[in-house]
């Protein structure tokens, strides 16, 4: 398990330049600060005395320069300090995330994991600002209460009665805020999730009517980050009083005991000068409860983040491609599942290299876990999923990358452009190429009507859900790995046009395996082999031709036409 302190250490290991700027300029300030009240003293008394003060005055305009160039060093370290390990932070978490793929993505929701991204790093940052300025603050108050017992024991021993009852309020603090401070950002959490979902439904509660229920979905959490909210406020306003209440009874003792020592003859008027500045100094010790709210906050942040680290994530492979082989895909024994819920079932599939395989079956079947295995987007918990006979865990990234590509149901619009779109996966591919994979998507066409061909930015490109997956498929297309996963990547298409677009990508992928995720009939029809899946469990391979004689097979679709002839002849036959 990874720890907030492990990862806020990794993280200041990254920003080491600005984090030794910031500790030196804290150390010199806080010597300054100590030094100044001496100096400011040897300078009183000699004024006081008649005695030539050129020198102390120097000294102490020196130190009071010193002390306000580290300070301003100090505020240029700290926004450069926070701001670098802010940044590691997140590169952190997003490679994380990104590396856990479909299990992270379920475990946290994408609201949540944009409010750990943003609120959570940040808070998360500030943690080692907090420390070293804390600990800068709390050395100074050391350094005062120091001097205070230099200059007379009874000024040490009264500032130190105070001590213990500090000790015990900040403990007390720290112990009961870090639990509240979590509970406060998970609660947030789930509200930012809930929020992202119900705003990418809009337009389904627009047109059913039920704003007002979900908004109540959505704020149904409030009610308990308000009671959370109200106990931080309560525990601040009870720290709160007890340390303004100790401060001045600590402070006038000091000074009291000091005024009795002036006029004892103990200590000089410029000593007793000093006595304020220093118990000022040492009094600053109280005033640490921002700080120590501040640093609840950064751990509770830390937490978040360090959750979403500790997320497994595949440990990449060393091996290159296989030469001479093209995608034949096979899963042995393979299972996968989803908290007690058994999602694949010791599922066995051999894909000879240029085989159609169409994956049917209903809801939850399992089919698009199996898609996501063989990209190797989800580990499976048991069996093995293999390319051209090589475990997937045994591949390089790059070769990974080479061998499997996919086109889902809706692709994502990265890139920028609609050219940097198609060319996500080869961004040093030509346009050439990339204006052909188009062409065989049959983007190209609505492409050309854009405001800037395929230079125009995704964010001013007014597309349907059917033109971004012809972007998605001309996407596979210039990736052109040895298998392609289709995963559901042509539902938005009408018939017609779906006919169309594979016809033109069996002919750009006639030498590839391909793997469709398919809910018509027509679809399943035009490959040469398909999987029915049934509750985790391969219920039959086969046709769809000869599938189709089951009664049961032809209710997986809705309204389907008669069964067409397959596309190419089958290269294996059905199976129970």
Request: net charge positive; aromatic share 4%; with cysteine.
């Amino acid at each position: 398990m990874t720890s907030p302190q492990g990862l806020l250490r990794d993280a200041t290991a990254e920003a080491r330049g600005w984090f030794l700027l910031t500790v030196a300029t804290a150390v010199i300030g806080s010597a300054g600060t100590l030094a100044l009240p001496w100096a400011m003293a040897r300078a009183l008394d000699a004024v006081v005395a008649g005695q030539p003060a050129s020198v102390p005055l120097a000294a102490f305009a020196c130190l009071l320069a010193v002390v306000v160039t580290a300070g301003a060093l100090q505020t240029l370290a700290n926004g450069g300090y926070g701001s670098a390990t802010v940044a590691a932070l997140r590169r952190t978490l997003a490679r994380r995330a990104l590396d856990a793929g479909v299990p992270g993505a379920a475990r946290f929701p994408a609201g949540d994991l944009a409010g750990r991204l943003s609120a959570g790093c940040a808070q998360a940052g500030s943690a080692g600002v907090t420390v070293v300025t804390t600990a800068a603050s709390l050395l100074t108050s050391l350094g005062g209460v120091v001097a205070l017992w230099l200059l007379d024991w009874r000024l040490g021993l009264c500032f130190s009665l105070g001590v213990p009852p500090l000790v015990l309020i900040a403990r007390l603090f720290m112990n009961r805020s870090s639990g509240l401070f979590l509970h406060y950002q998970q609660t947030q959490g789930r509200i930012s999730a809930l929020l992202l979902e119900a705003l990418g439904g809009a337009r389904t509660i627009g047109a059913s009517g039920t704003a007002r229920a979900e908004a109540a979905r959505v704020l149904q959490p409030l009610p308990e980050l308000s009671r959370t909210g109200h106990r931080i406020w309560r525990l601040q306003r009870d720290t709160g009083w007890q340390v303004g209440l100790l401060a001045p009874v600590v402070e006038v003792l000091v000074l009291g005991v000091g005024g009795l020592a002036l006029l004892n003859g103990d200590i000089s008027a410029g000593e007793l000068a000093a006595v304020v500045a220093y118990a000022a100094v040492a009094m600053s010790a109280l005033d640490q409860l921002d700080a120590l709210f501040a640093l609840g906050v950064s751990v509770a942040g830390a937490r978040r983040v360090a959750e979403v680290v500790d997320q497994p994530a595949a440990t990449p492979g060393t091996r290159g491609r296989v030469a001479g082989r093209r995608g034949r895909v096979t899963l042995s024994g393979v299972t996968v599942r989803s908290g007690p819920r058994l999602v694949l079932d010791a599922v066995d599939l051999d894909v000879p290299a240029g085989t159609t395989l169409a994956v049917v079956g209903r809801s939850g079947a399992g089919k698009s876990n199996l898609a996501a295995l063989i990209g190797r987007l989800r580990e499976p918990d048991g069996g093995t999923v293999a390319v051209d006979g090589v475990p997937l865990r045994e591949l390089a990234p790059h070769a990974l990358h080479a061998a499997v590509g996919y086109a889902f149901e809706r692709p994502a619009l990265l890139g920028g452009t609609v050219r940097g779109m198609i060319a996500f996966a080869r961004p040093d591919v030509s346009d050439e190429a990339v204006r052909a994979a188009a062409a065989a998507a049959r983007a190209d066409d609505f492409v050309r009507r854009l405001p800037h061909g395929f230079d125009t930015p995704l964010h001013d490109a007014p597309l349907s859900g059917g033109e971004i997956q012809r972007l998605g498929l001309a996407r596979a297309l210039v990736h052109d790995p040895d298998v392609i996963v289709l995963d559901d990547a042509t539902s938005s298409l009408d018939t017609a046009t779906e006919a169309r677009v594979d016809s033109a990508l069996a002919s750009a992928w006639s030498d590839r395996t391909q793997v469709v995720i398919a809910h018509r009939a027509s679809t399943a029809a035009r490959a040469d082999l398909v999987l029915w899946l049934d509750d985790g469990r391969v219920r039959a391979l086969g046709t769809h031709r000869a599938l189709w004689r089951r009664t049961a097979y032809r209710e997986l679709f809705a309204a389907a036409p008669a069964a067409p002839a397959p596309r190419r002849s089958a290269t294996r036959q059905e199976t129970a």
